[in-house]
């Protein structure tokens, strides 16, 4: 069965570009095509809708508001951390990532904001909140999703982690 447009629960692959503020932050070049199943959220919201109904082959610009990528700054979204609560062999550096565990068990990403002996202040703002988002974007190939990838909802591909 052959699908000639971008629709849910199809698997896209896709070239891109991103730019923010006249930078590119990243594109296909280098990681190759990338491939998400429609319709289940990997991929943010204002580009998917975009990219609905595209044929492959064809190709545009999108520009992504933050409310429809991800996420307008928030100012409060800050928390500081006694240094002590970290690894003392921890080499902590501005802008680097961290994955943190709530009291709840849940994981998030948070990054360093700054640091003294003291305190640790990490910011839970995506490094692209409150960006507007420019993206080029061609639909290259497309598939039904395997059982499993519909299961998961998300596409799987070699090395797979769940």
Known sequence: ?????????????????????GEVLDSSDEAGPLQFLAGYGNIIPGLESEMTGMKIGESKNVTVQPADGYGEFDEEAFTDVP?????????????????VTDEDGNHQAAYVAEFDDQTVKLDFNHPLAGAVLEFYVKVIALREPTDDELDHGHVHEDGHRH
């Open 83 to 99: 240094r002590s609560e970290f690894p003392a062999d921890l080499k902590l550096e501005e802008g680097m990532e961290l994955y």
């Open 1 to 21: 069965m052959a699908f000639d447009t971008v629709k849910d629960g199809l698997v896209v692959s896709m070239e891109y570009k991103l730019t923010a503020d």
